[in-house]
């Protein structure tokens, strides 16, 4: 079940969250949230697989040709998370403030495995970018590096 980590983690009765569900068809769309939970991260989510397929960027997503940023892999969203922002409650999971940074269509250029290639088309973000899991033994398996790329 793909959301059953993320319906697993929330009591939807006390936060705004979207329960949501797994969608059929994909819009190939993309948010990045600014997440103020106890410490300040950037959420990057991608619509896959009837999901968001979501990432923790810990210093934000990459905009200049070449830069790298470490991107956890997190639990799957429910794509209507795409348009979420407010306050989750204290005491809830992710506590703290939900904020749109960018969203924008994605175009999926090649997916395996341990990569994913797309370009990006968003207001801040735009051109083409990578996530390559990091094969370092010392890394948890949820581990990605997020790098921006010359077109």
């Not at 470490?70 to 506590?95: C, R, T």
């Amino acid at each position: 079940m793909p959301l059953e980590k993320y319906h697993a983690k929330r009591k939807f009765e006390k936060m705004p969250e979207p329960k949501g569900e797994i969608l059929t068809k994909s819009q190939n769309r993309f948010v990045v949230q600014e997440h103020h939970a106890t410490h300040l991260h950037y959420d990057f989510r991608l619509e896959l697989d009837g999901v968001l397929k979501s990432w923790a960027v810990p210093k934000g997503p990459p905009e200049k040709i070449g830069e790298k940023k470490l991107a956890m892999q997190v639990e799957d969203h429910p794509v209507d998370y795409i348009n979420f922002h407010g306050i989750i409650p204290e005491g809830s999971y992710g506590a703290g403030i939900v904020k749109i940074w960018d969203k924008g269509k994605f175009a999926l250029l090649n997916r395996t495995a341990s990569t994913v290639e797309f370009n990006l088309k968003g207001k801040r973000l735009t051109g083409r970018y990578t996530l390559v899991k990091v094969k370092n033994p010392k890394f948890k398996r949820n581990a990605w590096l997020l790098i921006k790329l010359r077109n």
